[in-house]
């Protein structure tokens, strides 16, 4: 009897099949699986390091078993933009010196992307429940916040419903 199972699911807009282990997590496969900008910064869903968008919402992919992917769609944060093309919040988090170390700026860009797509002018209480699970060691918060402000505005030409 094999220990593994066969799953399938979307990932970054490709149907992708996998066979995985009976406990193994979704952070696991993927970084096996060579999706290595899903980072391993806790494996108890406290930092939101590993966050990937599952049909639509932002999950922390250490506490999410990988059966749990199939059939689903799965992006990670090397399905959101690239060095050519990059999602505007990845743009502007260059532009406002909002990472440095990066090592929480894909869990950080995955959840707003997530929010953004969902609520595309959210109110600061939206934008701090949605964030509060991505946590920064090195930059304070407020250049990563700087960063979404622009990219709300930018996305409205307008003003976003809040304001530092």
Known sequence: MSKTKSIEFNL???EISFEIGPSE???????RSGYVGTKNG???GACGSCSV???GRSVNS???FAFQAHGRKVTTIEGVGDYDHPHPFQSNLVKHGGCQCGFCIPGFVISVKALLDEIPN?????IEVNLDGNFCRCTGYEKIEDALHTTIADNLKGEPQWQR
């Open 122 to 126: 959210p109110t600061r209480e939206q």
């Open 42 to 44: 806790c494996t108890d």
């Open 25 to 31: 997590t979704l952070m696991e496969l993927l970084r």
């Open 62 to 64: 250490c506490v999410t």
């Open 53 to 55: 968008i599952l049909d």
């Open 12 to 14: 970054n807009g490709k």
